[in-house]
């Protein structure tokens, strides 16, 4: 069974840092694109972050480029998005999502991504 797991999310302070970390299971990384998503509190799904399958290449949304960076390691099947300089903006519900990698460059468009987590919520302490 093709799974995500994540984790990582807490409270952070505006220009604090976290790392959140997807897990999968039941696939490999060699085969399947990964992808960040964060939806807010009465806001729409926002793409932040994928890595292909294929070779690794990533892509950042411009809204955290600079900030958030996303990696992968293929021997403990995870894929990490180190976020920097948060702003009360990043509080969001963060996804991780997967799907059949196709091509050498992921897409950060959920209509992509058939398997997804249940969430890690990034959140300020007011």
């Known amino acids: 069974q093709l799974q995500v797991a994540e984790s990582g999310g807490g409270v952070v302070q505006p220009g604090g840092s976290l790392r959140l970390s997807c897990v999968a299971s039941?696939?490999?990384?060699?085969?399947?694109?990964i992808a960040w998503f964060r939806q807010a509190p009465g806001k729409e799904r926002e793409g932040i972050s994928c890595v292909s399958s294929f070779n690794g290449n990533t892509l950042i949304a411009d809204s955290v480029r600079g900030r958030f960076t996303i990696s992968r390691d293929t021997a403990k099947n995870t894929v990490d998005l180190q976020m920097k300089s948060l702003k009360p903006e990043d509080k969001a519900v963060y996804f991780c999502?997967?799907?059949?990698?196709?091509?050498?460059?992921?897409?950060?468009?959920?209509?992509?991504?058939?398997?997804w987590g249940q969430g890690t919520e990034v959140t300020d302490s007011k």
């Open positions: 039941g696939f490999t990384l060699d085969l399947y694109d």
């Open positions: 999502a997967a799907h059949r990698g196709l091509f050498s460059i992921c897409e950060i468009d959920e209509k992509y991504y058939t398997t």
